[in-house]
């Protein structure tokens, strides 16, 4: 009887270990790359409107977790917005949200070319504190 208690115990507590491992490797996170072309002379109120939006979103939105946006050097007008968010249905919220809306309002005519990649993450690395 205790054999075979320890070998039902022993089986559930195998089978937990398989499935946790299994969900620890599962990655719902949704990543994009936005690659956005401004009209120079409009930049600097664009980048208030972007950094107005993005930390909106961050503060009031548990499903956006981070944005990095990084211009170009040479031509700082072109400019690559990293997103990430919890899920796909995170980011259907987040385009519906009322500070996203504003800020697509706000930049429409300073835009003049935008291409939105979804990307799978295939590893990423950051020292502590980052």
Known sequence: MKKEILYVIGSVLL???INTKGMAQENIHMYRIAKIQVDPAQLDKYNIALKEQMTTAIRVEPGVLSYYAVADKKQPSHITIFEVYAD?????????APHFKKYKETVQHMVSFLEVVDVNLIGSAKKPGM
């Open 15 to 17: 089978a937990f270990i």
């Open 88 to 96: 796909s249905t995170a980011y259907k919220a987040h385009i519906q």
